[in-house]
């Protein structure tokens, strides 16, 4: 049976019906078992002469075994979600249960138990629409609780031979019917299945449809970095913080001339690839939890949160580095380099509290004195708009190879 549904192309829908049907079916079970042993009351008055054998058919035989489908369908589910195994079993349950009536039909020897044959379409009805189960089960099932009953109908005394075949025919007809049940409703529940995966996929669509556009948004659509918008968004998320911050403005040196002499498309290859450098230069110092985007035109904008002056001197040179380092040609510099270069400007916010504005005024100014002092060098901004910093800083920062 593990077979026959190994390769059913509806294993999401039957691991739909697995979890949906197991609180129910549990129910549903433990209601059948306590209904099969209620009919002992009936029995009293029906097979008074086999009673004891009644009892002990139902409640010492028969019970504990339809009990073995709890272990069986958690064994099942726990191998594969979509399994059907255990409901194979269930099915071979009601078979047996049938089976079990059947015997005591047979060996009844009073009148009064002519129509016991009447508990078999009891069974039958419970398994097609009370029970869930796959309709190929429910089609088995019903199959083989009918040939239990025709047969053990030739075992039959108390019931008159022309009585037997409207009995059998009877039971068939709402074994039919109770079948044709079961095939709507599951029906039904495929179509809802059906529905609620497309609703499912269509949610997943927009949901990735919206994360792609956000992507595009915040993206630069020419270097691949991040954008103003998304630098912008950054800059909201820190907004409230105390800690330190620093805030680097990079500009490419004679970019104009670069263009002019190299023409606009080798200037949009020349921005792509310091973009690449400037990234992956910041990929190494992820604890300066870095941030790089296209501020505008040949401008980019680096933003260091939780960062301080020297943290920020050391980013700033390396970025520096990175670029010169590409070694793009640059044929028409005035200043006689052979390569591209970039220029920076640094402002730092020890205590966090300076707005990104004030900081960008600063590192603007300070990107400015970089560029009055003969470009590709970097130029730490004072901590008041309108100054730079101190001599002595500035001879540090040679010193140290930073201009």
Known sequence: MVV?????RSSGFLQRVNESSRQFNTYALIFG???????????????????????????????????????ARYYAIGMRPDAVAHEALHALGCMMVVASLMFIYANARTSSASEYYMGVVTVILYMNTIH???????????????????????????????????????????????????????????????????????????????????????????????????????VREISGTSRPRALILLDVDYFKNYNDSEGHVAGDDCLRAIAGRLRAALRRDDGDRSFVARYGGEEFVVLLDNCVVSAALAVGERLRSAVSGEAIPHPNRPDGQAVVTVSLGIAVSDDGLETIQDMLNRADEALYEAKHQGRDRLVLAAAQSGAIAAPENLAGMRTAGAI
């Open 132 to 234: 869930r189960q796959p309709f190929p089960l429910a089609v088995m099932g019903t199959v083989g609780c009918m040939v239990v009953f025709i047969i053990g109908m030739e075992y039959v005394t108390v019931t008159s031979e022309v009585a037997k075949l409207p009995a059998i025919m009877c039971s068939v007809g709402i074994s039919a019917v109770s079948l044709f049940a079961a095939y709507r409703i599951e029906q039904v529940e495929r179509r809802d299945y059906l529905a609620s995966l497309r609703e499912k996929l269509l949610l997943q669509q927009i949901q990735s449809a919206n994360r792609d556009l956000q992507q595009l948004s915040n993206t630069d659509q020419l270097t691949g970095i991040r954008n103003r918008r998304s630098f912008d968004q950054a």
């Open 4 to 8: 026959l549904f190994g390769n059913d």
């Open 33 to 71: 078992v306590v209904l099969y042993n209620l009919y002992l009351l009936v029995d009293v008055t029906l097979v008074p002469d086999i009673i004891w054998l009644d009892v002990t058919v139902r409640l010492f035989l028969v019970t504990p075994l339809l009990f073995l489908y709890f272990p």
